[in-house]
């Protein structure tokens, strides 16, 4: 079962987890990470989402069983995930009140690409979600970085209240949101999926 969840609806983050579509134009980048935001656990390496991390995504993200809960489809191309990257790469949402931290995840055994977790945050509250690639499931890496990731949120950049929406069928998800701390709410959300919160002491 594919670990993947989407951020709540509520939120304009630009990084959900569908929408890996076709940008124009192709402007080059520097693939340099912002180390102020690199983080570590036990198993994995938490860098910021650059396009050189394209391939190693696409080859997760292609998997249809990933997209399972989400409505979304695979990426037709490594190119409309470099695309999606590029966009990402502002750290910001265009009218610049949200920051859109999206972070790729890689063992820091063999430095494998295993997902990525993302968070929208505006007004001390942020919107997350984690991707966990098919072959790296069942190993406990989604509720890891995310709970590393809640702890940078709250700890830099002060944010008291977290949340996720997760299709009600998503038993994998429902573990991990468990496992890092969040409840289910009880609302809905537009896309039929449900939120869940916790707040961060």
């Known amino acids: ?18 929408g890996w579509s ?10 340099s990470c912002d180390a102020d935001w690199t983080l570590e656990t036990d198993s994995l390496r938490l860098t910021p989402m650059v396009e050189c991390d394209t391939d190693a995504l696409f080859e997760l993200l ?22 999606t990257i590029r966009r990402r790469e502002s750290r910001r949402s265009p009218n610049g009140d949200e920051l859109w931290l999206n972070w790729t995840l890689r063992l820091i055994a063999n430095q494998s690409v295993v997902g ?14 984690w991707v966990v690639g098919v072959p790296f499931q069942r190993r406990g890496y989604a ?33 991990v949101a468990r496992s890092i701390g969040l409840l289910r709410s009880g609302k809905p959300t537009d896309e039929g999926e449900e939120v869940w919160r916790a707040s961060l002491p």
Not at 1 to 18: D, E, F, H, L, Q
Not at 23 to 31: I, T
């Open 143 to 175: 509720s890891e970085a995310s709970r590393r990731v809640l702890q940078w949120l709250r700890d830099d950049l002060g944010v008291h209240e977290v949340r996720a929406s997760i299709h009600p069928d998503h038993v994998a998800s429902h573990r």
């Open 22 to 31: 076709e940008a124009a134009g192709s402007p080059e980048f520097n693939c």
């Open 1 to 18: 079962m594919a670990i993947v969840t989407r951020t709540a609806a509520t939120s304009t983050n630009a990084c959900a987890a569908s």
């Open 116 to 129: 990525y977790v993302q968070a929208g945050v505006k007004a001390g509250q942020a919107d997350l979600a």
């Open 62 to 83: 292609k998997d249809p069983e990933i997209h399972a809960f989400t409505g979304s489809r695979p990426p037709g191309s490594a190119y409309e995930v470099k695309a």
